[in-house]
C-alpha cells in the first residue's frame, strides 16, 4: 500500500498517487460509504494541485470506488443491498473457480511465498496496523489466486474486489474478523498443503461472507 500523505511531498503528488492515498483510507475506513470528497479540502489537506485531485477522482471512480453524481461531486461509492448481495455473488464465481482451477500438488516455492506473506499478515494483526493489514491480505489473495494461472481470471478477482473495498473496510478494524480471517488463510494453506480441493474452494466462499454481511448490518441492509 502507499506511504502515508504527511509522507508524501506535493511535488510527488502525481494524480494517480493521489488516487492510491484516497483508496487506501477508505479501505481502511478512515472514509465511509456516501462520504463527499471534496476538491478544496483534498487539496489541503494531500498538498495537491487542483488538476491532481481532478485526475485522482476519475482514476478512483474508474475503479470502482468513487461515483460523481451531477451537480453534487464525488462521494465514497456506496451499495444497495441488492448491489452488495450481486457484487458477492459474482465474486464468489470468480474466487471459487480461482481455486478450483489450481493444480495440484503445488509448487513447494510458490506455497512457501504464500505462507509469507499470511506472516506478514499475522505480524500486522499483532502490531495493530490496519494499513499493514490491509497490504498484506492483498497480497495473499494475489498471492493465492495467482496459482490458478489465469490472468484473465486474476485480473477480474482483482477488480471486484478492489470494487467491494468499502464494503470490506467494515471489518479491517474488527478483532473478530481478523481472528476468523487468519484462521481461514490457515485453512486454504492446509488446503493447498493437502491437495484438498474441496476444502479449499469451500473456505475461499465462507471467506467472504462476513465482510458482506457485516456492511449489510451496519448499514441496515440486512432486509431490504
Given at each position: 500500500?502507499?506511504?502515508?500523505?504527511?509522507?508524501?511531498?506535493?511535488a510527488r503528488m502525481t494524480g494517480a498517487r493521489l488516487a492510491d492515498l484516497l483508496e487506501e483510507e477508505i479501505v481502511?475506513?478512515?472514509r465511509f460509504p456516501r462520504e463527499r470528497l471534496v476538491e478544496d479540502?483534498?487539496?489541503a489537506r494531500f498538498d495537491a494541485k487542483r488538476h491532481a485531485v481532478r485526475q485522482a477522482l476519475q482514476v478512483l471512480e474508474s475503479r470502482g470506488v468513487v461515483e460523481r453524481r451531477p451537480n453534487a461531486g464525488a462521494f465514497v461509492r456506496?451499495?444497495?443491498?441488492?448491489?452488495?448481495?450481486d457484487l458477492y455473488v459474482l465474486r464468489d464465481l470468480l474466487e471459487v473457480r480461482a481455486a478450483e482451477l489450481i493444480e495440484f500438488p503445488v509448487d513447494p516455492a510458490r506455497l512457501e511465498d504464500l505462507a509469507g506473506a499470511q506472516?506478514?499478515?499475522?505480524?500486522?494483526?499483532?502490531?495493530n496496523d490496519p494499513r499493514a493489514v490491509v497490504t498484506a491480505n492483498m497480497e495473499f489473495h494475489r498471492k493465492l489466486f495467482a496459482l490458478s494461472d489465469n490472468e484473465a481470471l486474476m485480473e477480474a478477482i482483482n477488480r471486484y474486489a478492489r470494487v467491494a473495498h468499502a464494503i470490506r473496510s467494515v471489518t479491517v478494524t474488527?478483532?473478530?474478523s481478523l481472528r476468523l480471517s487468519?484462521?481461514?488463510?490457515?485453512?486454504m494453506l492446509d488446503a493447498l498443503r493437502e491437495g484438498d480441493r474441496d476444502l479449499l474452494a469451500s473456505t475461499c466462499r465462507a471467506h467472504l461472507i462476513p465482510s458482506r454481511d457485516a456492511y449489510l448490518e451496519r448499514v441496515g441492509l440486512t432486509g431490504a
Open positions: 500500500m502507499p506511504e502515508t500523505a504527511e509522507a508524501t511531498t506535493a481502511i475506513g478512515v479540502e483534498l487539496m456506496s451499495f444497495t443491498a441488492k448491489e452488495v448481495r506472516r506478514r499478515h499475522d505480524a500486522a494483526v499483532e502490531a474488527s478483532t473478530e487468519r484462521h481461514e488463510h490457515g485453512r
